[in-house]
């Protein structure tokens, strides 16, 4: 059965299930992109929350969420999401939780845990088809403990581990990993990019989610403004500027198939982009770095060629 899909903001869930008050930074992207992401889960969920900046949402005694919450040490948030959800299933089985009030398992993560430190015990918990949704909030560092570089960190970023000397003008040297990849090689039922300046996108994508069974993955570009040195009443822009220029692709991927779901009619230069963040100010002062820009619009600009030459494969 295919689900019904919304067609604008004014289609978005009118339910929230994540009030306001939190403690996290203002301008929080993550932040902005989880109020969907529940709104499209609904109240019959609990959140499986691996260390790390959302930690901060639920202190006790005062928790800003309508579902229940549990908190994991950075490397295990999907063994603790095994356990609920054969827990749950156990209770079902026996006869003493009626199906009706079964629970969605969501794993709440950052790029620290998804990329490297929770890496392990993901890949195992996809391997065992855990029914479970994955949502990592990336914001290209290890936001919570002073910015410092991890996995999903892009090319050139400076963070508090790759500062800009005279030994090292470019910042982060190594490129961001593709984690849509290493869980696409699983062969998982859903995955998904989202972004919280495109709601209808993410909303319709969770609902797709929905008719699969097995390890779902949604992976949100997350502004960070005092990470990415950025005003925080940009956060939405900045996220608008990443799809528009192309270095955040807005793709799903149903049991291996990849389909890009936002594609900009003319991409606008990356460093545009760029240019609004401070991890990024050593690329334009004192000196411009011609050759480090332009690589980083080579970079977007394969990976685009590289999806119109598959679409074109495939028509």
């Given at each position: 059965?295919?689900?019904?899909?919304?067609?604008?903001?004014?289609?978005?869930?009118?339910?929230?299930?994540?009030?306001?008050?939190?403690?996290?930074?203002?301008?929080?992207?993550?932040?902005?992109?989880?109020?969907?992401?529940?709104?499209?889960?609904?109240?019959?969920?609990?959140?499986?929350?691996?260390a790390g900046c959302f930690t901060l949402l639920s202190v006790y005694p005062f928790t800003p969420f309508q579902n229940s919450w549990l908190y994991t040490a950075m490397a295990c948030a999907p063994a603790g999401a095994q356990g609920i959800r054969d827990a749950l299933d156990i209770l079902i089985k026996k006869g003493r939780l009626d199906p009706g009030e079964d629970l969605k398992v969501i794993v709440l993560t950052g790029d620290g845990v998804a990329y490297d430190?929770?890496?392990?015990?993901?890949?195992?918990?996809?391997?065992?088809?855990?029914?479970?949704?994955?949502?990592?909030?990336?914001?290209?560092?290890?936001?919570?403990?002073?910015?410092?570089?991890?996995?999903?960190?892009?090319?050139?970023?400076?963070?508090?581990?790759?500062?800009?000397?005279?030994?090292?003008?470019?910042?982060?040297?190594?490129?961001?990993?593709?984690?849509?990849?290493?869980?696409?090689?699983?062969?998982?039922?859903?995955?998904?990019?989202?972004?919280?300046?495109?709601?209808?996108?993410?909303?319709?994508?969770?609902?797709?989610?929905?008719?699969?069974?097995?390890?779902?993955?949604?992976?949100?570009?997350?502004?960070?403004?005092?990470?990415?040195?950025?005003?925080?009443?940009?956060?939405?822009?900045?996220?608008?500027?990443?799809?528009?220029?192309?270095?955040?692709?807005?793709?799903?991927?149903?049991?291996?198939?990849?389909?890009?779901?936002?594609?900009?009619?003319?991409?606008?230069?990356?460093?545009?982009?760029?240019?609004?963040?401070?991890?990024?100010?050593?690329?334009?002062?004192?000196?411009?770095?011609?050759?480090?820009?332009?690589?980083?619009?080579?970079?977007?600009?394969?990976?685009?060629?590289?999806?119109?030459?598959?679409?074109?494969?495939?028509?």
């Amino acid at each position: 059965m295919e689900p019904t899909l919304i067609k604008s903001i004014k289609d978005l869930p009118a339910e929230e299930n994540l009030l306001p008050g939190t403690p996290t930074c203002a301008g929080c992207g993550g932040l902005l992109a989880l109020r969907h992401c529940l709104k499209a889960l609904g109240k019959k969920t609990v959140i499986v929350n691996a260390a790390g900046c959302f930690t901060l949402l639920s202190v006790y005694p005062f928790t800003p969420f309508q579902n229940s919450w549990l908190y994991t040490a950075m490397a295990c948030a999907p063994a603790g999401a095994q356990g609920i959800r054969d827990a749950l299933d156990i209770l079902i089985k026996k006869g003493r939780l009626d199906p009706g009030e079964d629970l969605k398992v969501i794993v709440l993560t950052g790029d620290g845990v998804a990329y490297d430190i929770g890496l392990a015990s993901t890949s195992g918990a996809i391997h065992r088809h855990l029914d479970f949704y994955y949502i990592c909030s990336d914001n290209e560092a290890y936001g919570n403990t002073g910015f410092q570089s991890s996995g999903a960190t892009p090319f050139a970023s400076k963070t508090g581990t790759t500062p800009i000397g005279k030994i090292s003008p470019t910042g982060t040297i190594l490129a961001k990993k593709d984690l849509f990849e290493i869980w696409r090689s699983h062969i998982p039922p859903y995955l998904a990019t989202i972004s919280p300046d495109h709601p209808v996108d993410l909303i319709n994508k969770f609902k797709k989610a929905e008719q699969y069974k097995g390890p779902k993955l949604f992976i949100n570009l997350s502004p960070c403004p005092p990470g990415w040195t950025a005003d925080p009443a940009h956060s939405a822009r900045l996220a608008k500027l990443a799809v528009d220029t192309g270095i955040w692709a807005l793709k799903e991927s149903l049991y291996g198939d990849v389909r890009h779901t936002v594609i900009p009619k003319k991409f606008k230069p990356v460093e545009e982009y760029l240019k609004e963040q401070g991890r990024f100010a050593h690329l334009f002062k004192p000196v411009r770095q011609e050759d480090v820009l332009k690589k980083i619009q080579e970079m977007v600009d394969t990976y685009w060629k590289d999806v119109q030459k598959k679409e074109s494969i495939k028509a």
